[in-house]
Every structure is written in C-alpha cells, then in structure tokens.
C-alpha cells in the first residue's frame, strides 16, 4: 500500500514539476501583443523598366540587379547590425567586421535595398521589441547581426549602398547574436 501511494505521489509530483515548467517558459517568453504599420518602400523594378530610376548616387540602378539577372554579380559580403528598418525595401546598418575592403571601417553606416520587399505588417512583442519579416527572410530585430550579399552600388560616396536581391541573402549570423 506504501509502495502504491509512493508511486502515485511521484507521479502527481513529475506532473506538476513538467506544468509548472512549461507555464514558466511560456509565461516568460516575449509574445505577439500586436502589429506595426511597416511603410512601403519605393519599389525600384517599375521606374527603371521605364529607364528612369535613378540610386541615391546619380547612376542609372540596372534593372538586371533587381531582377537577379544579368551580369552584375552578388559578390559583395558583409556582415550588418540593423539599426533600423525604414521601410519594407529599405536597412540602415552598421558594418562589423570583417571588413570587405580598406575603403569601409567597423561602425561605417550601410543602406541595404530589398528587391525582396519585407511584409508591411511586423511583430510588437511583449517586450516592446519588433519583429520584421518577409518571404523568405529571417525574423529581422533591430540590433541583431545578419550576413548580407548583394551588389555594391557603383560610384558610392558617404555611404554604401547595397542591393540585395534575394531574401535568401539576407541571413542571421552563425554566432545567433
């Protein structure tokens, strides 16, 4: 009789111990407690078909970047801290290292297009934080670390200016900071 209402004791205790676990991990974590309007960033394909898209640095934006063809290859890499997301095609980050080349510094600020544009609705967390996210992108939190490929804006001045032309080169860094 002992042994049997040891064993049922052990059991309710085990039952409890495993709830109160998951009440606390669900209970702690950050959860969706409503959505951010993202702005819709200007969509770049539509004016340069018509040859009158121009970047931020007087060139024409060849219209094969936007569409991932052509000979303009996505071989500029690097690795960006968002600061924040202006729109659903637009990032502002800071470059960390390792630096692409000498002309670039840690800290230097970056533009990133999005030819993949990011959903115009993202994430308010519990905690206040917001969750960006798009077809194919990883969930994009401002301060966080992503590795970005794409093409470097010929003629770039202050700032550089990439696009990306894919949201599968839009990715988290390994170290998951």
Do not use: H
């Amino acid at each position: 009789m002992k042994t049997t209402k040891s064993r049922t004791s052990s059991r309710i205790i085990m039952f409890l111990s495993i709830l109160l676990a998951v009440f606390l991990v669900v209970g702690c974590a950050p959860r969706v407690v409503g959505i951010v309007e993202v702005p819709v960033g200007d969509d770049l394909t539509t004016p340069s078909a018509e040859g009158t898209s121009v970047s931020p640095y007087g060139d024409i934006v060849p219209l094969s970047i936007l569409k991932e063809e052509g000979k303009y290859p996505s071989d500029f890499s690097v690795t960006v801290k968002v600061l924040e997301v202006l729109d659903t095609r637009s990032v502002r980050g800071e470059i960390m290292p390792p630096i692409p080349f000498e002309e670039l510094q840690p800290g230097n600020t970056i533009f990133l297009y999005l030819c993949t544009p990011l959903s115009e609705k993202a994430d308010k967390l519990s905690d206040g934080t917001i969750v960006y996210k798009g077809d194919g992108y990883p969930q994009i939190v401002v301060g966080r670390f992503f590795d970005v490929t794409g093409v470097l804006q010929p003629g770039w001045q202050d700032y550089p200016f990439v696009y990306v032309p894919a949201a599968s080169q839009f990715k988290r860094t390994s170290s998951g900071n």
